[in-house]
């Protein structure tokens, strides 16, 4: 199971939007509405913030949102604050009980 | 509140074998899937095996399948990890992350494994 595809990095000014992509295939991300996204800072463990490709799981923030096309799915961050530069991580169920992450993102607030 | 701690980490010699644990508190560990995920130092997240609540599914990355096995014991409210045939690129930080609906909604804060001689 190959690893879902995104880009290294991205970044953005305090206020502004920035949007990450997770690419993967039609036996994941592009089968089920099942894509999930994680921010992790350094030293930490990663905190669930997106859920069935949409949903924000209790006392995540509006700011972040997500959205599905196809194959990939995308994590949006609007307003962005300090406290945002973190990496970020895509997962999709990839059948059969399986989970598979993305290579993860990081963002930079400028 | 949801709790989960791992430990069991530390340097291993390539070839040898770790039990890692994660103990469970803030909820009843016989309801869920749970999982391991590890992380390589600097890299990304790779999902490596769940077990579904009464051991009867038990699933693995390629890439450990053969190698390591999952287990739990729920009335310990525990979860295990057996790691054998160790290789450096096994090194990692391992967490145990409990499953939501397709998802994994908490984690543990993950004990470093270095295989190393």
């Known amino acids: 199971q190959s690893a879902l595809t995104q880009p290294p990095s991205a970044s953005g000014s305090p206020g502004q939007s920035v949007t990450i992509s997770c690419t993967g295939t039609s036996s994941d991300v592009g089968a089920y509405n099942f894509v999930s996204w994680y921010q992790q800072h350094p030293g930490k463990a990663p905190k669930l913030m997106i859920i069935?490709?949409?949903k924000r799981p209790s006392g995540v923030p509006d700011r972040f949102s997500g959205s599905k096309s196809g194959n990939t799915a995308s994590l949006t961050v609007s307003g962005l604050q300090a406290e945002d530069e973190a990496d970020y991580y895509c997962s999709s169920y990839a059948g059969s009980d399986r989970l598979v992450f993305g290579g993860g993102t990081k963002v930079t607030v400028l | 509140e949801v709790q989960l701690v791992e430990s069991g980490g530390g340097l291993i010699q390539p070839g040898g074998s770790l039990r890692l644990s994660c103990a469970a508190s803030?909820?009843?560990?016989?309801?869920?899937?749970m999982n391991w995920v590890r992380q390589a130092p600097g890299k990304g997240l790779e999902w490596i095996s769940n077990i579904n609540s009464d051991s009867g599914a038990r699933n693995y990355a390629d890439s450990v399948r053969g190698r390591f096995t999952i287990s739990r014991d729920n009335a310990k409210n525990s979860l295990y990890l057996q790691m054998n045939s160790l290789t450096d690129e096994d090194t990692a930080f391992y967490y145990c992350a409990r499953s939501g609906h397709y998802t994994l909604d908490s984690w543990g804060q993950g004990t470093l494994v270095t295989v190393s001689s």
């Open positions: 803030g909820f009843s560990l016989s309801h869920y899937w």
């Open positions: 069935e490709v949409t």
